[in-house]
């Protein structure tokens, strides 16, 4: 492999503008969830972009064009990588950035860069393989993704996977197989039902959306899981695809071109709530809520959820310090836990804190990947803490 | 050493509009291969839809685009141009005094280098044109005439801004240093470079209404920009004279003393973080054209 040369070819034009424009201003610092545990200058966004800026300027700089090229510096190179890889995609930089850099998705541009040099993680190759072999991310028999709906009470005979149907709900890798979330999928399927909407699974012809990959700077190798998805859905000639995982919602909005209407579960449960096809009973309970990032800060999806637990008489919605566009992650993205568990667990803590600071019963979120991350913390770490997904407290509290 | 002093004999005798232009066409050259430096790397990047497509292509839709954009929507790009790139609208919610200490510094060079152009372009060619051409002896107003006051205090009041704005940059590098802050040599010579070249500047403005002989000799910028009466329309420069009536300096050095320092200066911009004056400008007008595919 050459290494004399850097290419560049992963990255727009505008974004190494970006990385020009970052002036090192560190406004960044002060939002970011892995800096806050690390307190390392090469983990923040700005140390990246400087170490980034600096092979660039060896490579394509003033006395590159008069000496030539430098020669890679290997160990800083995987310094770099192990830095970049170590980033949760929350996209908190880009909102504090003063000059706006979308430095979320320049990182998955910057592994997209390290994927040509062939430095990016062991973990991250073994994900490849296993998406791109069984068309899931936790690598189990891809007939296995709809196994969940033995636990439903009745099942009908289609087995919710009909030949046409108005609606498909695109369940996602995590909630089909990882049993401490899958009760998300279930209760999402009886609040359609409940609802009489016309809605189908893909079943075993669901792949993954191709968001891990694309996540990991392999986003040429998610190509085919996106023309696989879209002919699926096409087939079976629906209308809507509502998803109840963000990153999958989020990856469909941004990569899939479709005209198809696309959903978050949260939005499609406010339409049926202010179609008169849900009503609640009344509960007493304080929540707060958890935004997640790729359903708030990468698809702008904050008020929906809020407006579903306003619906709800009796529920008393504590806000946390930071919400919204400044909420903090709870250490699940980015296939940061693949890379760093470690570090995955202390941005969980740091979530679990800032949620009992509020003194609420229940947290609620919008993604199984929030649930899991922050159940899988609080169970090691023995901290008392209800966790669920808005649709589980959607169905517990439907009429 | 021969050579060297006949050098300075004939630098000497040369006029100073003639000496600036020899300092000032390779200047510009070296800043805009400096630009073009960058801009070739960024070049270098895949822009969807041209992936194939070579620099100079990728530059061209770069440019229709921009242009085609921009006259869509005038109104909205001068907007955002003054609200989010000159008046910085997001650091005013994150930092008032940083916000202040930018927006001095931006505004200041903005209106500065406005008014520098328009009374530059007035007194140093118009009225040399309204000798032969009638029509532009309207531009001797600005020479001596009643737009000449404001020309001098805009540019004397605009500069001042630079120059606050400087000091409140550097009193936050150096005394309030807040926490996420990175105090690096480059910030410290581009600070120091702006507070010479402001400093220098109400010094030379001041030595020129001190030592109206200077104006007389048509020394220095003397014959660009003659000194206006001697009063608080320069109010920088006037206070400065107050201390400098007895002191002599050499014109000429005077001269080099500013404006070598300023063209280096902008040889420096493509160099330096001073960059971010083009590419944050472009990353903030990019973000915010979100708001028009929505």
Same mark, same amino acid.
């Given at each position: 492999m050459n290494y004399l040369q850097m290419k560049l070819s992963a990255l727009s034009p505008k974004q190494l503008v970006e990385i020009e424009a970052c002036t090192r201003c560190g406004e960044c610092l002060k939002y970011c969830p892995v800096y806050a545990q690390r307190d390392e200058e090469e983990i923040d966004p700005r140390g990246k972009i400087q170490a980034f800026k600096s092979?660039?300027?060896?490579?394509?700089?003033?006395?590159?064009?008069?000496?030539?090229?430098?020669?890679?510096?290997?160990?800083?190179?995987?310094?770099?990588?192990?830095?970049?890889?170590?980033?949760t995609l929350c996209g908190e930089c880009s909102v504090s950035c003063p000059?706006?850099?979308?430095?979320?998705?320049?990182?998955?541009?910057?592994?997209?860069?390290?994927?040509?040099?062939?430095?990016?993680?062991?973990?991250?190759?073994?994900?490849?393989?296993?998406?791109?072999?069984?068309?899931?991310?936790?690598?189990?028999?891809?007939?296995?993704?709809?196994?969940?709906?033995?636990?439903?009470?009745?099942?009908?005979?289609?087995?919710?996977?009909?030949?046409?149907?108005e609606v498909a709900f695109f369940v996602g890798c995590v909630a089909s197989f990882f049993p401490l979330v899958q009760k998300i999928p279930l209760a999402f399927v009886e609040i359609l039902n409940k609802a009489e909407v016309d809605f189908t699974l893909l079943g075993g012809e669901e792949w993954c959306c191709g968001f891990p990959l694309i996540g990991a700077g392999m986003k040429k190798e998610a190509e085919?899981?996106?023309?696989?998805?879209?002919?699926?859905?096409?087939?079976?000639?629906?209308?809507?695809?509502?998803?109840?995982?963000?990153?999958?919602?989020?990856?469909?909005?941004?990569?899939?071109?479709?005209?198809?209407?696309?959903?978050?579960?949260?939005?499609?449960?406010?339409?049926?709530?202010?179609?008169?096809?849900?009503?609640?009973?009344?509960?007493?309970?304080?929540?707060?809520?958890?935004?997640?990032?790729?359903?708030?800060?990468?698809?702008?999806?904050?008020?929906?959820?809020?407006?579903?637990l306003h619906a709800i008489p009796g529920v008393e919605l504590v806000e946390m310090a930071e919400n919204r566009e400044q909420c903090k992650c709870c250490g699940g993205g980015g296939?940061?836990?693949?890379?760093?568990?470690?570090?995955?667990?202390?941005?969980?803590?740091?979530?679990?804190?800032?949620?009992?600071?509020?003194?609420?019963?229940?947290?609620?979120?919008?993604?199984?990947?929030?649930?899991?991350?922050?159940?899988?913390?609080?169970?090691?770490?023995?901290?008392p803490i209800n966790a669920m997904d808005i649709t589980e407290f959607v169905l517990k509290n439907m009429a | 050493m021969r050579y060297a002093l006949c050098a300075l004999r004939i630098i000497k005798s040369m006029d100073k509009h003639l000496i600036f232009y020899i300092m000032f066409f390779p200047t510009v050259i070296f800043f805009f291969w400096g630009m073009g430096l960058h801009i070739g790397m960024w070049l270098e990047g895949n822009l969807k839809g041209a992936e194939n497509a070579a620099k100079w292509e990728k530059f061209k839709i770069y440019i229709r685009r921009g242009w085609?954009?921009?006259?869509?929507?005038?109104?909205?790009?001068?907007?955002?141009?003054?609200?989010?790139?000159?008046?910085?609208?997001?650091?005013?919610?994150?930092?008032?005094?940083?916000?202040?200490?930018?927006?001095?510094?931006?505004?200041?060079?903005?209106?500065t280098f406005v008014v520098d152009m328009i009374k530059g372009f007035t007194t140093g060619y118009l009225v040399e044109l309204s000798h032969s051409i009638p029509f532009f002896s309207f531009s001797r107003e600005f020479e001596t005439g009643a737009i000449r006051p404001?020309?001098?205090?805009? &540019?004397? #009041?605009?500069? !001042? /801004?630079? $120059?606050? =704005?400087?000091?409140?940059?550097?009193? %936050?590098?150096?005394?309030?240093?807040?926490?996420?802050?990175?105090?690096?040599?480059?910030?410290?010579?581009? &600070?120091? #470079?702006?507070? !010479? /070249?402001? $400093?220098? =500047?109400?010094?030379?403005?001041?030595? %020129?209404?001190?030592?109206?002989?200077v104006v007389q000799a048509h020394n220095y910028l003397a014959n660009f920009t003659p000194a206006s009466a001697n009063n608080w329309i320069s109010f920088g420069g006037y206070f400065l004279s107050q201390f400098l009536r007895d002191i002599k300096i050499n014109a000429n050095f005077l001269w080099y003393f500013h404006v070598v320092p300023s063209l280096i200066w902008f040889v420096y911009i493509p160099h330096s973080k001073l960059l971010h004056i083009f590419t944050s400008s472009m990353t903030v007008i990019s973000d915010r054209q979100k708001e028009l595919v929505k």
């Open positions: 092979f660039i300027r060896s490579q394509y700089g003033l006395w590159a064009k008069i000496f030539g090229p430098k020669k890679l510096d290997e160990e800083k190179l995987k310094k770099f990588s192990e830095m970049v890889y170590r980033c000059v706006s850099i979308d430095a979320k998705h320049l990182w998955t541009a910057l592994r997209e860069t390290l994927v040509e040099m062939g430095h990016f993680p062991e973990a991250a190759k073994r994900m490849k393989a296993n998406i791109l072999q069984t068309h899931n991310v936790s690598g189990d028999e891809n007939e296995e993704r709809v196994e969940w709906l033995e636990f439903l009470n009745e099942l009908p005979d289609h087995q919710y996977q009909k030949e046409k149907a085919v899981l996106i023309q696989h998805n879209l002919e699926m859905v096409k087939e079976k000639g629906v209308k809507r695809v509502v998803f109840a995982c963000p990153s999958c919602y989020h990856t469909w909005m941004e990569e899939y071109k479709t005209d198809i209407e696309i959903f978050h579960s949260t939005q499609f449960i406010k339409k049926l709530i202010d179609g008169g096809k849900i009503a609640f009973k009344e509960k007493k309970i304080k929540v707060t809520y958890h935004d997640p990032c790729d359903l708030g800060r990468a698809s702008g999806v904050y008020e929906a959820p809020r407006e579903i296939n940061l836990e693949m890379v760093d568990p470690e570090l995955s667990a202390a941005l969980a803590q740091e979530k679990i804190n800032q949620i009992q600071a509020t003194g609420a019963d229940t947290v609620i979120t919008a993604c199984q990947q929030c649930v899991r991350t922050i159940l899988t913390t609080a169970r090691r770490k023995e901290i | 085609r954009g921009f006259w869509a929507r005038p109104g909205w790009y001068i907007k955002i141009l003054i609200t989010e790139v000159i008046f910085h609208r997001k650091l005013f919610g994150q930092s008032f005094f940083r916000w202040l200490a930018h927006t001095l510094l931006v505004f200041g060079f903005v209106a404001f020309l001098d205090f805009f &540019l004397e #009041f605009f500069s !001042f /801004l630079i $120059l606050v =704005g400087c000091v409140m940059a550097l009193v %936050r590098r150096l005394v309030i240093r807040p926490d996420q802050l990175l105090t690096e040599e480059e910030d410290m010579t581009t &600070l120091l #470079f702006i507070l !010479f /070249l402001e $400093l220098s =500047g109400f010094f030379i403005e001041g030595y %020129r209404i001190a030592h109206y002989e």
